[in-house]
């Protein structure tokens, strides 16, 4: 139980492109999906928490309008990397919670090159 | 403020043996969760174990134990009888409300 499915697992794409991460929940109703930034051999970086059917809270940092964040069901939550430069390659990792200390179920994660 | 403290960038293990990774925590929040994932170099994080600030005994799950020192403020995990397929990196968290904070975390290395 408790799957959580990403996709892409990999994206590869020029520089300007936006582009598009889902984050499903399979079998369960997360409350909470969660998302994350991880660089090469560092620890996840909290992006921004979103919460079904209201606007996501982003972490002190991170540009709301570089990266859109919705969660329009209880399984679904993506995150758009808009007009995406070099900069923003990383791996990207998102989780789900089925709230209080539950603990954070984790897609298996996107990694992103932009060139 | 949460913060999560793993020391150990790296380590190595002789296969069949146990290894302690260590982890600290500090926080003024009298309830509190710690966990541990497991990250192999695919990417992917696999949830190993949970401890409550409240529960009295340790956690274990199968070969994974925390060992949970609430005085020291230490929640270090026990990997009894290491196998290759545990190579990977590794990450003690703890919750703040709905959130988590992750530690650096420490590479582990199986030996055969």
Not at chain 1, 18 to 40: G, H, N
């Given at each position: 139980?408790?799957?959580?499915?990403?996709h892409?697992?990999?994206?590869?794409?020029?520089?300007?492109?936006?582009?598009?991460?889902?984050c499903?929940?399979?079998?369960?109703?997360?409350?909470?999906?969660?998302?994350?930034?991880?660089?090469?051999?560092?620890?996840?970086?909290?992006?921004?928490?979103?919460?079904?059917?209201?606007?996501?809270?982003?972490?002190?940092?991170?540009?709301?309008?570089?990266?859109?964040?919705?969660?329009?069901?209880?399984?679904?939550?993506?995150?758009?990397?808009?007009?995406?430069?070099?900069?923003?390659?990383?791996?990207?990792?998102?989780?789900?919670?089925?709230?209080?200390?539950?603990?954070?179920?984790?897609?298996?994660?996107?990694?992103?090159?932009?060139? | 403020?949460?913060?999560?403290?793993?020391?150990?960038?790296?380590?190595?293990?002789?296969?069949?043996?146990?290894v302690?990774?260590?982890?600290?925590?500090?926080?003024?929040?009298?309830?509190?969760?710690?966990?541990?994932y497991?990250?192999?170099?695919?990417?992917?994080m696999?949830f190993?174990?949970?401890?409550?600030?409240?529960?009295?005994?340790n956690?274990?799950?199968?070969?994974?134990?925390?060992?949970?020192?609430?005085?020291?403020?230490?929640?270090?995990?026990?990997?009894?009888?290491?196998q290759?397929?545990?190579?990977a990196?590794?990450?003690?968290a703890?919750?703040?409300?709905?959130?988590?904070?992750?530690?650096?975390?420490?590479?582990?290395?199986?030996?055969?």
């Amino acid at each position: 139980g408790a799957v959580v499915s990403q996709h892409p697992s990999r994206v590869i794409c020029k520089s300007g492109t936006s582009v598009k991460i889902e984050c499903r929940s399979l079998d369960f109703q997360a409350t909470t999906m969660f998302w994350y930034r991880q660089f090469p051999k560092k620890s996840l970086m909290l992006m921004a928490t979103s919460n079904e059917g209201s606007k996501a809270t982003y972490e002190q940092g991170v540009e709301k309008d570089k990266f859109l964040i919705n969660h329009a069901s209880l399984t679904l939550s993506t995150l758009t990397v808009t007009s995406a430069h070099p900069e923003d390659s990383s791996f990207y990792i998102c989780s789900a919670s089925q709230g209080g200390y539950q603990p954070q179920h984790f897609g298996d994660g996107t990694r992103l090159s932009i060139l | 403020a949460q913060k999560i403290t793993q020391t150990q960038p790296g380590m190595f293990v002789q296969e069949k043996e146990a290894v302690t990774l260590d982890c600290t925590y500090d926080t003024s929040d009298p309830s509190y969760g710690l966990f541990w994932y497991k990250q192999p170099s695919s990417g992917e994080m696999i949830f190993l174990i949970y401890q409550g600030s409240y529960d009295q005994q340790n956690a274990t799950e199968g070969r994974y134990s925390l060992n949970f020192q609430k005085a020291r403020k230490s929640a270090n995990l026990v990997i009894s009888a290491s196998q290759l397929g545990d190579s990977a990196m590794y990450f003690c968290a703890m919750n703040y409300g709905n959130k988590l904070v992750f530690g650096a975390g420490t590479i582990l290395r199986v030996k055969s």
